[in-house]
């Protein structure tokens, strides 16, 4: 793994300030907060990485992939420069993943790049920050 990080994860945020993805993990059991953490740091140390921990799903959008004890957790993704932007994570509960959960993805995704096309970050500072 590359020692030094190629990509930085940032926690999508809707227009109201809430962080979805980060509000999602926050309410799981602590050893499967860590290994969602352990599989999302894979990503930002190993990219460009594949399966088992990480999966092209089109049109912009990645996933990790985190094997709990008794689920799957996915975070679906996309990438912006240098930054891993977290737009949905949810327990996968069938072999597919469900349509829902893909354009749940697709609509923060295009609302993430609708907001930065209209206001540039100052230095420092990342999309969807309050200055």
């Known amino acids: 793994m590359n020692p030094n990080?190629?990509?930085?994860?940032?926690?999508?945020?809707?227009?109201t300030g809430s962080e979805p993805?980060?509000?999602?993990?926050?309410?799981?059991p602590t050893e499967e907060k860590k290994r969602i953490g352990e599989a999302i740091k894979a990503v930002e140390f190993g990219w460009p990485i594949g399966l088992p921990v990480c999966r092209n799903m089109g049109s912009g959008l990645w996933e990790?992939?985190?094997?709990?004890?008794?689920?799957?957790?996915?975070?679906?993704?996309?990438?912006?420069?240098?930054?891993?932007?977290?737009?949905?994570?949810?327990?996968?509960k069938t072999r597919k993943t469900p349509q829902k959960d893909l354009d749940v993805a697709k609509g923060r995704w295009k609302e993430y790049r609708r907001r930065k096309k209209a206001k540039r970050p100052e230095k420092g500072e990342k999309v969807g920050e309050e200055r």
């Open 5 to 15: 990080k190629t990509l930085h994860a940032f926690f999508f945020k809707t227009a």
């Open 21 to 28: 993805v980060r509000g999602v993990i926050k309410n799981l």
């Open 64 to 92: 990790v992939r985190a094997d709990l004890p008794n689920r799957i957790f996915r975070v679906l993704f996309g990438i912006d420069g240098d930054l891993m932007v977290l737009l949905h994570g949810f327990v996968k």
